[in-house]
């Protein structure tokens, strides 16, 4: 029998998780190779027949290298399969931003209908916090990671990263170190090895827990206001038009959570802070000012969102290029 440690506080926390929301009787799990994930493959392949998908981004030159090793180690561990998945990486948005978009949409589409678990730790949780934070990027991004979105589930995020190294040391594993996890060009990292020491030294430790809480209570609060906004959604909806009086009588947080799901629905993406005021101020302080444009999901196409006759309508543009000339 396994000695109390590591592995059975991971074993506790999965078991909480699974208990909690039942994400399915077979799951996938997203394996990079490293501690946390190769912890997480570990506890997870000893509960349900579970597929360990490696992405490999192909973005260091013994990427393949590290992705079979990760499918070897899936299996010796009693994963049922192990898939490795090649992607080619964008520059949408940076390289943090295009390996993250790359990564999700290979898992989503490798799934095949089961949920994924995903090994993000309290820490990780931490970090985008303050991400949010410094970005000012409003209560959605301070809430952070849900533990449960499906497809994506998170059994981990109350466990410390310590815990899943310990849990490596206590099976035998031998982890991969993935050298971006140092590289200080990445803001993420400079959180991880600067800013969150310092706090937690400034402020006599426990930081990282109090941002993980943070983004609880937080999103307890958004998830309560979102509820209300799609129905509120619903009463002002008028086919593809929102009644702008209705709008104008409902509470700033709740209007602009209105806004926003109204322009997902048709389709917007990216959307920023700056844009959906900007969406708002046609409703609370309409001059005659022309529309907004906001990204869109469709090809080569963007979204204006304008207001005529009582309402907020959309209509879609095509995007030019420098020379202003539409794009093929």
């Not at 080619?88 to 799934?111: C, F, I, K, Q, S």
């Not at 996890?181 to 030294?201: A, C, G, K, Q």
Request: proline fraction near 5%; charge should be positive.
């Amino acid at each position: 029998m396994d000695r109390p440690g590591a592995l059975a506080a991971l074993r506790t926390a999965v078991t909480a998780f699974d208990r909690e929301y039942g994400p399915g009787e077979r799951w996938c799990v997203a394996l990079s190779g490293g501690p946390d994930s190769l912890a997480l493959t570990a506890v997870a392949a000893e509960r349900r027949p579970t597929t360990a998908l490696i992405v490999d981004h192909q973005l260091q030159p013994n990427s393949a290298d590290v992705a079979a090793a990760a499918r070897d180690q899936a299996l010796s561990l009693g994963c049922v399969a192990a898939q490795v998945i090649r992607v080619d990486v964008g520059r949408d948005g940076g390289p943090e931003a295009a390996a993250r978009a790359a990564r999700y949409r290979a898992l989503d589409t490798a799934r095949a209908g089961a949920p994924v678990l995903l090994a993000h730790t309290l820490d990780d949780q931490a970090e985008t916090v303050l991400l949010g934070l410094g970005r000012g990027s409003g209560p959605r991004s301070i809430a952070g990671m849900r533990p449960y979105d499906p497809p994506w589930c998170r059994p981990l995020l109350g466990v410390r990263r310590t815990v899943t190294r310990a849990a490596c040391d206590e099976i035998g594993l031998t982890p991969w170190q993935d050298p971006h996890n140092s590289d200080r060009r990445f803001t993420r990292v400079r959180l991880r090895e600067e800013v969150l020491p310092l706090l937690e030294e400034v402020l006599d430790g426990g930081v990282a827990e109090a941002l993980a809480r943070t983004a609880g209570a937080v999103r307890v609060d958004t998830d309560t206001l979102d509820d209300l906004a799609e129905r509120s959604l619903t009463e002002l909806r008028r086919d593809d038009v929102l009644d702008v009086a209705g709008l104008g009588a409902l509470p700033e947080a709740l209007r602009r959570r209105v806004i926003r799901r109204w322009l997902l629905d048709a389709g917007a993406s990216g959307l920023t802070d700056k844009q959906i005021r900007g969406v708002d101020a046609l409703v609370t302080a309409w001059r005659g000012q022309g529309g907004v444009a906001v990204g869109s999901s469709l090809r080569r196409q963007r979204l204006i969102a304008g207001r005529r006759n009582g309402m907020l309508t959309l209509h879609t543009e095509p995007v030019r290029d420098m020379k202003g000339c539409a794009r093929a």
